[in-house]
């Protein structure tokens, strides 16, 4: 026990007196100190700590090569503390402000990673995303002999498959809540943004089943139009998907509309 006792003695007073070195950097006036001990900081994985040391060397030198990499470094700390607003922040200012510099590619990539992880699940807002997938595309336009242009092409058809989620969740959404015309709208939206879609044949059906929906509960001088569309819709999907689950279901919607297309032309 009294050897436990002596331990955390030492152990506090290397604590206070390693506190008490940090906070004389900080408010000492030599600069070229305070970059050596945030180098030395930075090292050993101290992020945060160094970040207070590099801003002062930035505001204190901008323009200087001590200046360049604590402003990269401030980016790059707040990046491994997975604070990726702040990191995302300060490495897109730092390609605007040093375009030319060596770590200006790494700077760029990295705050597109930001973006990448600030992109919520699907299911919410995904305007994130969009920055995100902006973010990737900007740095293969500037650099696209980089080596990481692959890495962001993957990235990019995840980040894009949140956006294809979160599009068909609304068609499904509109459908259950028997929103017919908004059903048909978004499907309609959906298949034109995403022809290739692994969700299109479920679109379709959805496309289908409630334009028809939306004809039986229209008024009489919009029926006709709509019937015409449904039959359409109709022949679009079993032409691309003449062996779906879904194609009972449709055809007998199709006999129906069919049926009312006769009647109107009958005079029925």
Do not use: W
Request: with cysteine.
């Amino acid at each position: 026990m009294k050897h436990l006792q002596i331990s955390l003695i030492i152990l506090t007073t290397l604590l206070l007196t390693a506190c008490s070195g940090y906070n004389r950097v900080v408010k000492s006036d030599d600069y070229a100190k305070k970059f050596e001990f945030a180098n030395e900081l930075y090292a050993k994985k101290q992020y945060l700590r160094s970040v207070t040391l590099y801003e002062q060397i930035y505001q204190r030198m901008p323009k200087s090569g001590e200046g360049e990499l604590a402003y990269y470094r401030i980016g790059k700390a707040y990046f491994e503390e997975k604070d990726f607003t702040m990191g995302g922040y300060y490495l897109t200012s730092f390609t605007q402000r040093f375009p030319f510099s060596p770590k200006a590619a790494d700077a760029q990539f990295s705050a597109a990673i930001c973006a990448v992880n600030n992109s919520p699940d699907y299911t919410n807002d995904q305007n994130d995303t969009e920055v995100a997938i902006n973010a990737l595309q900007t740095f293969i336009n500037t650099y696209p002999t980089s080596e990481l242009v692959d890495s962001c092409n993957r990235i990019m058809d995840q980040m894009r498959l949140k956006l294809e989620l979160k599009d068909f969740e609304s068609v499904r959404l509109y459908a259950k809540t028997e929103n017919f015309r908004a059903a048909v709208v978004s499907a309609q939206s959906f298949l034109d943004n995403y022809p290739l879609s692994k969700f299109k044949e479920e679109a379709v059906y959805l496309l289908v089943k409630n334009s028809y929906l939306l004809t039986i509960n229209s008024i009489e001088n919009k029926k006709m139009e709509r019937i015409e569309q449904t039959i359409e819709r109709y022949r679009t999907f079993v032409t691309e998907f003449p062996n779906s689950k879904f194609k009972n279901e449709l055809t007998q919607i199709n006999d129906k509309m069919n049926k009312e297309l006769q009647n109107f032309n009958s005079g029925k």
